[in-house]
């Protein structure tokens, strides 16, 4: 019989997570509509999923700070 405990900690452990997350669903986003944009929203749509991926960057930055 195997014991499972949840181990709670003070600190940000979840630092930065939901910056990558909330990033992944803008660039998922982008990316689908680049998949059916016409040529004049292009330009838009690589710039909606340019901030995507820095937000997920800066996320993943926070995280890798704790470790």
Do not use: P
């Not at 995507?52 to 700070?65: N, P, Q």
């Amino acid at each position: 019989m195997h014991n499972y405990f949840i181990v709670i900690r003070k600190g940000n452990e979840m630092r930065g997570t939901l910056r990558t997350l909330i990033g992944f669903v803008i660039v998922f986003g982008a990316v689908g509509g680049i998949d059916n944009s016409t040529d004049s929203e292009l330009l838009l749509l690589v710039g909606i999923a340019s901030a995507g991926m820095l937000l997920m960057f800066s996320g993943v930055k926070a995280m890798k700070e704790i470790s």
